[in-house]
């Protein structure tokens, strides 16, 4: 069991910057791919980026290409996802989520999930 707290959210004018972060506890981190997702109301969740175990292997949404960045810290347990240049189109709950078997872009390959922190990002 894998137990995933995130933080970092808030309310943030159009072209502003927030940094997600992810908290991770439970088993050991750096077994599992790391990945960010968000819905917003009324929409499906949808995959935003992904991290391998080392970091070696990253995916974007093309949505969020060249402005956002995820990293992670394994000797921290924590993965970041920097956003810059945010767009009201943005504004979602950002949930970070943990894979055992493989890097992916569905949220059917997570198996952890954490509760989620809202961006809104105002025009």
């Known amino acids: 069991q894998v137990q995933l707290v995130e933080s970092g959210g808030g309310l943030v004018q159009a072209g502003g910057s927030l940094r997600l972060s992810c908290a991770a506890s439970g088993h050991t981190f750096s077994n599992y791919v790391m990945g960010w997702f968000r819905q917003a109301p009324g929409k499906e969740r949808e995959f935003v980026a992904t991290i391998s175990w080392r970091g070696s292997t990253i995916y974007y949404a093309d949505s969020v290409k060249g402005r956002f960045t995820i990293s992670r810290d394994n000797a921290k347990n924590t993965v970041f996802l920097q956003m810059n240049s945010l767009k009201p189109e943005d504004t979602a709950v950002y949930y970070c989520?943990?894979?055992?078997?493989?890097?992916?872009?569905?949220?059917?390959?997570?198996?952890?999930w954490g509760q989620g922190t809202q961006v809104t990002v105002s025009s």
């Open positions: 989520a943990a894979a055992v078997a493989r890097i992916g872009r569905t949220p059917q390959e997570y198996i952890y």
